[in-house]
């Protein structure tokens, strides 16, 4: 615990303080809280351009983070998480479609659009696999809605009017904080509300949905209701992420397996904080390296998750969380 | 059924001090074994004693960590795996069908040994084919896809497939698991027939004791890998074995009508472990 | 339509899969050559049958004609039905080796790591003003070798000591998809122009494909004939699973891995001349499966078949088609602006994907 929160607090700093210029922390301090002494220029930088995105970025990732914890105990599916089973593809179409074509949405409604795609295309892939097969089956079937959906979202943006460039691509298939500023962080906070309401409430029914629906029902739990509701939370967390900054990968997959992992338990009440933390300093570290690595190139954000999360996800498949498999 | 070339002399299966199982986990230590030509031996033993272990072994589907199977005398490991399939043949417990596979489709895939991958099937495989269908009394399902048969079609349309191999060894892991008691006898009376008509060498794991005494000439129990008993059923199937390795009271009698022993268990003896 | 007339044919028990089997080629054959007749003489200026018929006889009676038949129209449609049962067909073996029912070039890797070869090529290349027919070649060898690389990348990180086995192959096939996917997405943002074609690759397209791309892909179809033929029987077998396959006498590792080779190099054979084409390899065999059933010497034959239909049909529309027709979406499209094919393919696949799981539950 006390690990991660340094690291969350260097994190932060770190990302308001590099790039060009680089600025030195007491710089950084100092703009942030308006001391004397302080260039305008550098008051800009901090305030205006990095601390909306750094802001933002740990929302994002506190929100896929918690978002994959509940996910992952609700279907009772290691694999689980909002960008693997088509549901960040799904919203991200919508928010695409939107932008892309200019619909005559207000910007308020993003959130909702995407909510409402999230929840189409979740529930369409939960019509289709039980949560009885092996988890590998829902890994297949997302991966091919996913496959899918993308492609339509490129046909969308190259078919709109006025093509915007690859990067407004990007930040549909993969995810981007560049757009991130105070507009967009307002459009998210109100929604921001549901990841403690989430984090506080979902703990508890979610150590018994892991029992098994017949222990769940025999303890009170109303076991239909109760996984609609929980999956339902996540999508709603995943919604406004995908609308500001679109489908981040890996972030909700992989961070509760870290938080599981390091702490050594599986008790939701513990694991959907810590997993939120976890996903903002990921999405952080991974956007500093994302407007560092390559400059003065940006590469979106996503695709660092995707490219770093890939082996991680190979790693967690052969280190056997998933052998379900009968014995021969 | 047709022998491939007359090995006299040679026991159908040799196992000469085999380490059975897989790496890291040996099942079996230095097992030997001889299976006699045109018998049928029923492999018993309680869950994990390793007895689909060693048939997987006299199989080839498992290397032995040490030592050799001889199939006619001649090492296993050495020949050719496709003349090994045109002697033995194996019923595995599990089985994949692909969706929309006809039974004649399945069965003919038991020509493969004979034709390999580059030639068409000839009148001869077709009369295979046929007269194992014909045997496994499969003729009205021919073309019905494998996925949609019963637990019984579906074992005997599996079995076809060996038949059609037209081996003179046939080896079955538990045959009888999924079957109701009429498809039991079904399959078991349809190998003695094979055995009895057509000279079939059968080596069987069987989890009913009463099938094993009644439609094997020899029994072999396993424990914890090593043959504990060996012999006729008579020889095998007693109390004393009963209690040793499946840790139970019975009582065995004789079966008024077969003739053979047939035990009823009545408890457990608690264990040490 | 071919999926009604599917489910028409199963009911009727009577007919052996022999004859539904000859029925099923003689009708998908004379649809395909329907359909590609049809792709010829359909596009900006439409052409009579007969005037397609000279025009491809070497009489055209308008030297116009000539060329928009023989040099625009006939390859492209030829590639489309070449491609087409490419595809479809690597689909087909891979369902079948690797025993599942969503397994296809682009579930385990292989589309992918052709589209990033290609993409590497075109990004590499921007720099130099090459000639066009340089690009031509290059690009679809490149491909080529990505799609290889890929198929070989997954084989090696599913092997084990014991071998491989279908569900680690499938598996990490689909984690290599993502990250090929994701190094192709670098590149491109690196690159920063040309995306348009790159685009057109991603999603897959035949638009603006001639001679030069057909004269490298039939050499590939050819190579491939005589591995799909040696091993489909093999393909048959292991389709059993392994323990059936050993006792048969297969040494199954190897067969698995021929099987594979063939699949890898008709996948990417055909994506290395499209792109990124989604769904055809999946699709394709499912329905032919309901045609004519699993096994392989049939399965493949028919998937070939329908996936050339799939992807001629779906090129005609997507050549046809246009965003103008649907008037409430009144929004200017830049002229020239066509749907790629890869997204026709894609809008016809959602549905498809939906019922083909549904089926199966």
Redesign the interface.
């Known amino acids: 615990m006390i690990v991660l929160s340094c690291l969350s607090v260097g994190v932060v700093l770190c990302s308001l303080a590099w790039g060009t210029p680089t600025l030195s922390v007491g710089k950084v301090v100092g703009a942030l809280f308006g001391s004397a002494g302080v260039e305008d220029s550098h008051r800009f930088i901090v305030r205006d351009l990095r601390l909306p995105r750094v802001i933002g970025g740990a929302l994002a990732g506190g929100m896929l983070g918690a978002s994959g914890a509940v996910m992952q105990d609700t279907l009772r599916n290691p694999l689980a998480g909002p960008e693997l089973i088509g549901v960040s593809a799904g919203a991200s179409l919508a928010v695409a479609t939107i932008v892309a074509f200019r619909l005559p949405f207000p910007g308020v409604a993003l959130p909702i659009a995407a909510l409402a795609a999230g929840l189409i295309t979740g529930t369409l892939i939960l019509s289709l696999v039980s949560l009885k097969t092996n988890p590998m089956h829902m890994l297949l079937v997302g991966a091919a809605l996913t496959a899918l959906i993308n492609a339509l979202v490129i046909a969308a943006i190259t078919l709109a009017p006025n093509f915007g460039g690859v990067s407004i691509i990007y930040r549909f298939l993969v995810g981007s904080l560049s757009d991130v500023q105070w507009d967009e962080i307002r459009l998210a906070a109100p929604w921001a509300i549901g990841l403690p309401l989430v984090i506080l409430l979902a703990g508890r029914p979610l150590n018994i949905l892991k029992l098994g629906d017949e222990v769940a029902e025999g303890l009170g739990v109303g076991v239909r209701r109760t996984r609609a509701v929980l999956f339902a939370a996540s999508v709603l967390l995943v919604a406004p992420v995908v609308a500001i900054a679109g489908p981040i990968g890996f972030i909700a997959l992989v961070s509760p397996h870290i938080v599981r992992r390091l702490l050594r338990t599986s008790d939701a009440r513990v694991v959907l904080p810590v997993a939120a933390v976890t996903g903002a300093v990921l999405v952080l570290a991974a956007d500093t390296a994302a407007r560092l690595a390559l400059h003065p190139h940006e590469v979106a954000v996503g695709l660092w998750t995707a490219l770093l999360g890939a082996p991680t996800l190979l790693v967690l498949m052969q280190r056997g969380i998933l052998r379900r498999r009968p014995s021969a | 059924m047709t022998g491939t070339e007359p090995t006299v002399g040679h026991p159908s299966i040799w196992v000469d001090r085999v380490a059975a199982g897989y790496?890291g986990h040996e099942v079996s230590r230095r097992l030997s074994l001889s299976i006699e030509r045109g018998s049928r031996t029923a492999l018993v033993g309680p869950n994990g004693s390793g007895k689909s272990t060693i048939l997987k072994t006299l199989?080839?589907?498992i290397k032995p960590l040490s030592g050799s199977v001889y199939l006619n005398g001649k090492d296993i490991g050495r020949l050719?795996?496709?003349?090994?399939?045109?002697r033995m043949?194996?019923l595995?417990q599990?089985?994949?069908?692909?969706?929309?596979?006809?039974v004649?489709?399945?069965v003919s895939?038991?020509r493969?040994?004979h034709?390999?991958?580059?030639r068409m099937l000839r009148h001869t495989d077709d009369e295979a084919v046929q007269e194992a269908i014909r045997l496994t009394r499969l003729e009205h399902l021919m073309?019905?896809?494998v996925d949609t048969l019963s637990g019984g079609e579906h074992q005997r349309a599996w079995m076809a497939?060996?038949l059609a191999?037209q081996t003179d060894l046939l080896l079955l892991d538990e045959p009888t698991t999924f079957l109701d008691v009429g498809h039991q006898l079904d399959l078991l009376g349809l190998v003695s027939r094979l055995n009895r008509d057509h000279r079939v060498t059968v080596v069987m794991v069987l989890h009913d004791l009463n099938h094993a005494a009644r439609f094997a000439d020899r029994m072999i129990a396993v424990l914890e890998g090593d043959v504990v008993a060996d012999g006729p059923p008579t020889e095998v199937l007693t109390p004393g074995l009963l209690r040793e390795c499946f840790g139970v009271e019975a009582s065995v009698m004789e079966d008024p009508q077969t003739g053979a022993p047939m035990c009823i268990p009545h408890t457990t003896i608690p264990s040490d472990r | 339509m071919t999926a009604v007339a599917a489910g028409l044919v199963r009911r009727k028990p009577a007919a052996s899969p022999n004859l539904r089997y000859r029925w099923s080629v003689a009708v998908l054959a004379v649809l395909l050559v329907a359909l590609m007749l049809l792709y010829v003489m359909v596009g900006p200026v439409l052409f009579a049958p007969d005037l397609v018929i000279k025009a491809l006889a070497g009489q055209p009676e308008e030297p116009l004609h000539r060329i928009a038949v023989r040099e625009v129209r006939l390859p492209r449609a030829l590639m489309a039905a070449l491609a087409g049962a490419m595809l479809s067909s690597s689909g087909a073996f891979l369902q079948s080796v690797l025993r599942n029912p969503l397994a296809a070039p682009a579930t385990v890797g292989i589309t992918q790591g052709a589209v990033l070869g290609a993409v590497l090529a075109l990004v590499l290349t921007f720099g130099s003003e090459g000639a066009l027919n340089d690009l031509n070649t290059l690009v679809p060898l490149a491909a080529m070798a990505g799609g290889l690389a890929a198929g070989g990348l997954v084989y090696g990180l599913s092997y084990r000591r014991a071998g491989s086995d279908p569900l680690r192959l499938i598996l990490t096939g689909v984690v290599v998809a993502a990250a090929l996917s994701a190094a192709t997405s670098f590149l491109v943002l690196l690159s920063g122009s040309h995306t348009d074609s790159i685009i057109r690759w991603l999603v897959g397209s035949l638009s603006t494909r001639t001679w030069d791309h057909l004269r490298f892909l039939v050499p590939v179809a050819v190579l491939a004939v005589p591995l799909a033929v040696a091993t489909i029987p093999v393909g048959n077998v292991l389709q059993l699973g392994d323990a059936t396959a050993v006792n048969l006498g297969l040494r199954a590792e190897l067969a698995r891995a021929g099987v594979l080779t063939t699949a890898v190099v008709l996948a990417a054979g055909a994506v290395s001349v499209v792109g990124g084409i989604a769904f055809l390899g999946m699709m394709g065999p499912h329905l032919a499966r309901t045609l004519v059933g699993s096994d392989l010497r049939r399965l493949v034959v028919c998937s070939a078949l329908v996936g050339a239909i799939i992807l001629v049909a779906a090129d005609l529309m997507a050549r046809t088609f246009s965003l103008d027709w649907i008037p409430l979406l009144s929004i200017e499209t830049e002229s020239g602006s066509r749907i790629p094919v890869g997204a026709f393919t894609a809008l016809v696949g959602a549905p498809f994907f939906v019922y083909l799981l549904r089926a199966r539950t």
């Open positions: 790496r199989a080839r589907l050719p795996t496709r003349e090994v399939a045109r043949a194996i595995p599990v089985h994949e069908v692909p969706p929309e596979l006809t004649l489709e399945l895939q038991g493969f040994p034709v390999g991958a580059l073309d019905r896809p497939l060996a191999q």
